[in-house]
């Protein structure tokens, strides 16, 4: 791939999802697309972008394949171990502790914004499940999990799991909440049916409509695949999609520091969480 090939294409990804591919990403970039032109039998770049810049309803489909092989899925269950505990005591704080009924807005309403496969809203799942068990309180609530890849979210609906992704996990969580045959682990649907899939992009002002008043909001590792325009603009969304005294939690590498002052940082061990004012 050329820098003249790169750049358009560049451009043409960044238009559509607000991923920005600096110069030196050329080689990532060629590779991620090269079976892409092999499978469509195109011979160049340019031809690749000008299919998906100007063809017909075909590239409109080609946009949803581009879109799974741009975007970076790594995760697992129990992530980063610090903030999960710092959204532990936040829960409990204020919800499991809080008697004052009428002050809640049912049902508490969590959104995992770029969900991937579904480790990370799976894991929210289990974690309230079992404060709910351990307190004995009947407390509703719903997790919303979005990503822009359909692929990703196919396989997060799906539930089923590798060794990697659980190898984080007590055994005792994986016998309780995991149905294990060989060397696959499904989720069980007593977690499945308070998680809603949903394809969203971020960087769509409009999809932010379908998310109000969330309590909590994790958008993990999103940031870092954003230019400053777009992280600002992402974040202010965010910020609107949540209540007053709601939760961010974003990736433990990220910061808002020069993108939002909106926010109240709230310091826990090893972990930040942002608090809408």
């Known amino acids: 791939m050329t820098r003249e090939e790169f750049i358009p294409l560049r451009d043409f990804i960044y238009e559509k999802t607000g991923i920005f591919f600096a110069e030196n990403k050329i080689y990532l970039l060629e590779s991620r697309l090269s079976n892409r032109l092999n499978e469509l039998g195109f011979m160049s770049y340019d031809d690749y972008y000008f299919f998906l810049k100007y063809g017909n309803e075909d590239s409109k489909k080609e946009l949803v394949h581009l ?55 799976y894991t929210l799942a289990i974690m309230i499940l079992e404060m709910i068990e351990s307190t004995k309180k009947d407390i509703p609530f719903m997790i919303f999990a979005t990503d822009i890849s359909h692929r990703v979210l196919e396989s997060a609906k799906k539930g089923v799991y590798g060794p990697y992704s659980v190898r984080n996990m007590d055994e005792r969580i994986i016998q309780k909440f995991f149905l294990k045959k060989g060397d696959t682990y499904t989720i ?9 899939f949903e394809h969203m992009n971020l960087v769509d002002t409009e999809a932010y409509k379908r998310f109000r008043f969330m309590d909590m909001i994790f958008c993990r590792n999103v940031l870092i695949y954003f230019d400053e325009k777009a992280k600002k603009k992402v974040i202010d969304n965010l910020y609107e999609s949540l209540k007053p005294g709601g939760f961010l939690t974003i990736g433990h590498a990220e910061s808002l520091h020069n993108i939002s002052r909106a926010f109240k940082p709230i310091m826990f061990p090893g972990a930040i969480a942002y608090q809408k004012g």
């Open 67 to 121: 879109l799974d092989v741009v975007t970076t899925n790594e995760t697992s269950f129990f992530r980063n171990p610090p903030q999960l505990d710092a959204f532990k005591i936040i829960f409990q704080k204020n919800y499991m502790n809080n008697n004052d009924i009428k002050s809640l807005a049912y049902p508490i309403k969590i959104w995992s914004a770029a969900c991937s496969t579904g480790e990370e809203p």
């Open 188 to 196: 069980k649907e007593n977690v499945k049916k308070f998680v809603k």
